[in-house]
């Protein structure tokens, strides 16, 4: 078998768009299961739209998942002038023509057709000049764009997702290779890079599905070896839509932000129309390397599921290692935004809140959602939470355990958790009054991990000073 080389090709447009990474991440486990080589092709060709800045984003967001280039990336703008020498080549064989209708020309053939209720196709005008009338026309210098001449018959190629697919060449136009202004189209342009990439798998999204027609006979014309295709399901939301911005996050960027694990995201993005043989959920990189093949691809969409990809992301929390997601705390974007300074901690007081709170984590950025008490004081407290539990025969005796707790020195969950019930009893009242209270006065919440747990980790001054703070505004 040749060498197997695949690529993932971005236009630097916008960030990594999810549907985008869960190609990259097809291209580079296929790679990777038959010792291949992953490449990249930034497709910035067009100069209006592709932004530097963008291209090093999408390197990033590629870096974060895990997936790096086997040979230095490729920019596609670096090629236009290969791209023309092949579409001027196609020209000189016969296999393309020049065509001089001007843009009022063709608009006014795509408003005939739509009269006509039927889909707009070019009438081929160019291709019936003369020979006499075309070198008369490039004498006097009339723009031109190069068209492929699109053969009779049919174009069938094997799709190793969706089998034997044939499109009939009838129903593809002659399409442009070259615009009026010299330069290269799309369609041209990927069909000389994987070429010269040496590119044995095309790998991406059916949308392009409609493409591969023309670009195959583009290989067949300039009597090039095709590579295989393979066209991945697309991606939809739960609605069964389109990804939508304005619904969920679709750009990579997001998610990192969310505080989702870069092998989260990745496990998740797999199963977007690939099945392991056992319906497993959480798969490793390298279990997914050595079991992926396109046999357990889907033909039909994949559903982008919020619910699952939180569970899949909270199971790789809570299987990570401590001191990772000290890290990933530390560099977190939201959690330092949401003014949380982890340079006043150490690493033991945040390696202790992190194995107390990970159970609860969907995402790291839980970590302020549902624990920021334990790196800023509350400022406000549950309004629910003092009326039901801020009740005038129990204030006393609350403000009376504080002050028992200020000289408690058996600073432990179990002693603490002991020294309050005892206390309780002896006042014939329900240890859950208290214990209410001491949470609210120490979260702010009404809702945490075990209190006497969280105290222990926060220490004794700081649960002093906050529940002295609660008794002063409350």
């Known amino acids: 078998m040749n060498e197997i080389r695949v690529r993932f090709a971005p236009s630097p447009t916008g960030f990594l ?77 016969g296999n393309a023509y020049y065509a001089f209708e001007t843009s009022e020309e063709l608009e006014e053939q795509r408003k005939l057709a739509q009269r006509n209720k039927v889909p707009f196709k070019y009438n081929r005008a160019s291709l019936n000049l003369s020979e006499e009338t075309v070198k008369e026309f490039l004498a006097e ?28 060449n009838s129903d593809i136009d002659d399409f442009v290779i070259m615009r009026s202004d010299g330069s290269p189209v799309y369609m041209i ?9 040496k590119i044995s798998h095309i790998i991406r999204g059916d949308d392009h599905l409609s493409n591969t027609p023309k ?16 066209h991945l399901p697309m991606i939809l939301d739960e609605e069964k839509k ?30 977007l129309g690939f099945a392991p043989e056992n319906n497993a959920e959480v798969v490793s990189k390298e279990e997914l390397i050595k079991i992926f093949t396109f046999e357990r691809v ?35 974007k939201y959690l330092a935004e949401n003014g949380i300074d982890f340079t006043k901690f150490s690493d033991l007081y945040i390696s202790l809140v992190i194995l107390l709170m990970k ?63 005892f206390f309780a009893e002896n006042r014939q009242i329900k240890a859950a009054q208290l214990i209410h209270l001491l949470r609210l006065s120490v979260t702010g919440k009404t809702v945490s991990p075990g209190i006497f747990e969280v105290i222990e980790i926060m220490g004794k001054d700081s649960t002093n000073r906050r529940i002295y703070n609660f008794l002063q505004k409350n």
Do not use: C
């Open 215 to 230: 670009q195959i006979l583009m290989y067949r014309a300039l009597g090039w070896d095709e590579p295989e295709f393979v």
């Open 189 to 197: 342009a990927v069909v000389v890079d994987d070429h010269d990439m």
């Open 141 to 168: 210098g009339k723009p031109y764009a190069i068209r492929f001449k699109v053969p009779e018959g049919v174009t069938e190629f094997n799709d190793l997702v969706h089998g034997n697919t044939t499109f009939k």
């Open 17 to 93: 768009h999810v549907g985008g990474a869960r190609t990259a991440i097809f291209n580079w486990l296929f790679a990777k299961n038959k010792n291949g080589k992953f490449l990249l092709r930034i497709e910035d060709t067009d100069p209006e739209r592709s932004k530097s800045e963008l291209s090093e984003q999408i390197i990033r967001s590629m870096n974060w998942l895990g997936m790096t280039a086997d040979e230095p990336i490729v920019y596609q703008a670096l090629n236009i002038e290969r791209h023309k020498q092949v579409a001027l080549e196609l020209l000189g064989s």
């Open 298 to 332: 889907n033909k039909k969409s994949a559903v982008f599921d919020m619910k699952k990809l939180n569970w899949i992301n909270s199971e790789y929390i809570r299987n990570s290692d401590t001191d990772e997601l000290i890290g990933l705390a530390k560099g977190s």
């Open 359 to 421: 159970e609860r984590l969907n995402t790291l950025n839980d970590l302020y959602d549902f624990g920021a008490y334990f790196f800023k004081d509350p400022e406000n407290f549950d309004e629910k939470g003092i009326i039901k539990y801020w009740i005038t025969e129990i204030k006393p005796v609350f403000r009376e355990f504080s002050e028992e707790l200020e000289n408690f020195e058996n600073w432990k969950s179990q002693e603490l958790e002991e020294k309050l019930r």
């Open 242 to 271: 389109k990804l939508s911005k304005r619904r969920n996050p679709v750009s990579t960027e997001e998610y990192k932000d969310k505080g989702y694990l870069s092998d989260a995201l990745f496990n998740f993005l797999t199963l």
